[in-house]
């Protein structure tokens, strides 16, 4: 059974920095496309980073050059370095293995950040 | 960046009904699209994925179809484990994008 759980979420003021992570279980992270979606409260689905098997990682506009995506092999566990952060980035983050044409078929049960003074 | 916009944003329905949900790509995506629905404090779950194909597990009163920038995701007859949010989704050029969402109410 595949698994992902997230956590590393929390209250953070504006400006500073989270990592949050996602242990998976079940699947190689490492092999697997897997990305971070984000929804903020009451609000739709936004997509946020993948990271390819290959390594090559790829950004949504509104966090380019603020957050980065990696991933530990030994751990196969996936990450997300949030810095500069901003009220809009509050949300609860999920992360979800990727089939390969955009099919987001396994996610976590999500971590809420909230960005306020 | 592609832009996906969901029909309509909400629907009220009843129980046995059948019913359509348009999504609508601002440029061709081919049969890159993907359908998902989100309970209240769930994460979403995958439905359809290449426009038309049905995740395993998925009820067969789910059905997907379209490509280029029209798509539709219909429900044929209406359960009540069926009221949600619907969202599509698209992949082109490495960057992902959902519709804003459908939300569908028990009439």
């Known amino acids: ?117 | 960046d592609i832009q996906l916009t969901q029909s309509p944003s909400f629907l009220s329905a009843s129980v046995g009904d059948r019913v359509t949900i348009t999504c609508r790509a601002s440029q061709g995506i081919s049969s890159y699209l993907a359908w998902y629905q989100q309970k209240p404090g769930k994460a979403p779950r995958l439905l359809i994925y290449a426009a038309s194909t049905l995740q395993s597990g998925v009820p067969s009163r789910f059905s997907g179809s379209g490509s280029g920038t029209e798509f539709t995701l219909t429900i044929s007859s209406l359960q009540p484990e069926d009221f949600a949010t619907y969202y599509c989704q698209q992949l082109n050029s490495y960057s992902y994008t959902f519709g804003q969402g459908t939300k569908l109410e028990i009439k």
Request: some cysteine; hydrophobic content about 35%.
């Open chain 1, 1 to 117: 059974e595949v698994q992902l759980v997230e956590s590393g979420g929390g209250l953070i003021q504006p400006g500073g920095s989270l990592r949050l992570s996602c242990a998976v279980s079940g699947i190689i992270v490492s092999s697997n496309y897997m990305n971070w979606v984000r929804q903020a409260p009451g609000k739709g689905l936004e997509w946020v980073s993948v990271l390819y098997a290959g390594g090559s990682t790829f950004y949504a506009d509104s966090v380019k050059g603020r957050f980065t995506i990696s991933r530990d092999n030994s751990k196969n566990t996936l990450y997300l370095q949030m810095n500069s952060l901003r009220a809009e980035d509050t949300a609860i983050y999920y992360c979800a293995r990727d089939l390969g044409q955009g099919e987001f078929d396994c996610w976590g049960q999500g971590t809420l950040v909230t960005v306020s003074s």
